[in-house]
């Protein structure tokens, strides 16, 4: 008896060494999940204010030529685009606070979404199965 036991404790012991491993390892692997999509979401928005940058730069840059040929002066018409450029940038510094607020909330739904997931998923289990 005492033997069955011992050895059904050793079974029992490499089981849960198992669940725990196991376990460790589904979580590495949703943290660098996580990671992945915060990164690529990162990479992502880089490239589009790059952009965003050449198409507002060339945007002005021919709205002041335009504007130095109405106004038949180069120095005016590149005033009015330095002067539009002036009033975008104070408009930015003082929405500071929603954009940071907005950019925050767009990071976590991304990070939230994928528990979301999981946990409709796991919902759908009956109990007393097991998967796998």
Known sequence: MEKNSGQFFNELKKDVV????????LLKLGTYERI???ISILSYGIILMALALFMFLFLF?????????RLHSLSAGFTVI?????????????LRKQ???????LVIATLTANDK????TDDTIPTGETTG
């Open 117 to 120: 997931k999981h946990r409709t």
């Open 61 to 69: 840059l021919a709205l002041g030529f335009f504007l130095s040929n």
């Open 82 to 94: 330095a002067a539009l450029s002036l009033f975008l940038l104070g408009g930015v510094a003082f």
């Open 36 to 38: 992945g999509k915060v």
């Open 18 to 25: 198992t669940y725990a491993e196991l376990k460790l390892e």
């Open 99 to 105: 954009i940071c607020t907005y950019i925050l909330n």
